[in-house]
């Protein structure tokens, strides 16, 4: 049994054009217009595939295909909001296997025990509102439904808002659900599986995440008229913090990575000494225990760096996830299925974070991972191969199967 390969990259290709950058990227921001045409579109393909859609409360949609028991559901999920000037493979490539799947249990008239669920979360990137995977989060009951509908954009507009405005503000509680098995195909997004030659790996868990905000508050002044030694230049502290932070990965070593990736600066023109800045910290490595250990040192980082340029700040430790193994039984289905796919595959661990990682929390969950070309994501250039993606979706096919159960 295999999936339709044809079929699988002509979907990747009309859903990739839906918000498709002119450099061949994608940019589908959370709950935009190009999110909704996406949604749409993937809701369409459900209805034609005879699937039950729903939409929770999150605006998460599940797409049913009955089993022949009165069973809780396999469900194959990911996402399909994109981070600005991304790729079309992230969380994508999840929905459309996971579609395929589907279309080719249609297409072989195969009956399982468990119903087959196909499930699209909202707002997995957290590039547009923070935190990410906050929908699975709610979901696994991790964050509450209020926090997540007051989430605000940059510009101030709530999540809530814009859920009911593009019509995906559903009806189901966004609560945790009954499953047999959650699984998600997801590309690599690192360089490991590329660089040995593999097309599939099996994942055993995710990283922990800390996210963090910084807000330094200086002393907004003429650029030309104020002498040196007066100055509270709040820019200055936070590129401070940013060697700081660098500095702590270095430290501490091993796996632990940090990364500044936001920051914005007030008034940000050519003639003012910077008054506000505010930026995001993101450290992640597989050791909970390691990652306290950061956040401890980003304490001290930012502390000093303020003091040293006399401005007051603010930091909020706002976001949390822990080291998230999978389910050991689960794990070995997926190994199982790389091997009857015939793929060429490895155990693994994700550096990013999924939906997964808080689908974990409600019941079995496991991941499937292709390669992603010279170990590049969110950027333009993320790229998976055909023939590995066929490998992936093989895998997900036949562990799907083999969970729920032939009739
Ligand atoms: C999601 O893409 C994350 O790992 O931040
Ligand atoms: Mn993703
Ligand atoms: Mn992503």
Redesign the pocket.
């Known amino acids: 049994m295999n999936v339709d390969r044809r079929r699988l990259e002509q979907s990747i290709e009309e859903l990739g054009r839906i918000g498709q950058t002119p450099r061949g990227g994608l940019t589908r921001l959370a709950l935009t217009d190009e999110d909704k045409r996406g949604r749409d579109w993937m809701v369409a393909r459900m209805r034609e595939a005879g699937l039950t859609v729903t939409v929770d409360q999150m605006g998460n949609i599940f797409g049913q295909r009955a089993g022949t028991a009165s069973l809780p559901p396999v469900m194959m999920g990911?996402?399909v909001d994109s981070v600005p000037t991304g790729g079309r493979y992230?969380?994508q490539l999840?929905v459309l296997c996971g579609l395929e799947v589907i279309r080719t249990l249609n297409d072989q008239k195969l009956r399982t025990r468990h119903p087959v669920t196909l499930a699209i979360f909202t707002n997995?990137?957290g590039a547009r509102f923070q935190p990410a995977m906050i929908a699975s989060g709610v979901m696994a009951g991790k964050i509450a439904l209020e926090d997540a509908y007051n989430a605000r954009d940059k510009d101030g507009i709530r999540l809530l808002d814009e859920l009911e405005r593009i019509g995906y503000l559903g009806s189901e509680p966004c609560v945790p659900r009954p499953f047999r098995a959650y699984l998600e195909l997801?590309?690599e997004?690192g360089p490991f599986l590329e660089e040995e030659g593999l097309s599939v790996g099996v994942v055993e868990g995710i990283v922990a995440i800390a996210w963090s905000r910084l807000t330094i508050h200086g002393v907004q002044d003429h650029a030309g008229p104020t002498p040196m030694r007066i100055r509270h230049d709040a820019l200055v502290a936070a590129a401070e913090v940013i060697g700081g932070v660098r500095r702590i990965a270095r430290e501490i070593g091993g796996d632990l990575v940090t990364t500044i990736g936001n920051l914005v600066v007030t008034p940000n023109i050519v003639n003012a000494i910077p008054g506000r800045v505010t930026l995001s910290i993101d450290m992640r490595d597989p050791q909970d225990a390691t990652l306290d250990q950061a956040l401890a040192r980003l304490t001290s980082v930012v502390r000093e760096a303020c003091e040293r340029e006399g401005v007051r700040y603010e930091l909020e430790n706002y976001w949390r996830v822990p080291y998230t193994p999978f389910d050991r039984d689960l794990v070995d289905t997926v190994e199982r299925a790389a091997r009857g796919a015939g793929a060429r595959y490895r155990r693994i661990r994700s550096g990013?974070?999924?939906?997964a990682q808080y689908m974990a929390a409600i019941g079995p969950t496991g991941m499937v991972f292709v390669p992603s070309h010279d170990g590049r994501?969110h950027c333009e250039e993320e790229f998976t191969a055909i023939d590995d993606i066929e490998h992936g979706a093989r895998t997900l096919l036949l562990a799907a199967v083999d969970l729920a159960g032939q009739a």
């Not at 990013?352 to 939906?355: L, T």
């Open positions: 990911s996402h992230d969380g999840g997995e990137e997801h590309i997004q990013a974070g999924h939906d994501s």
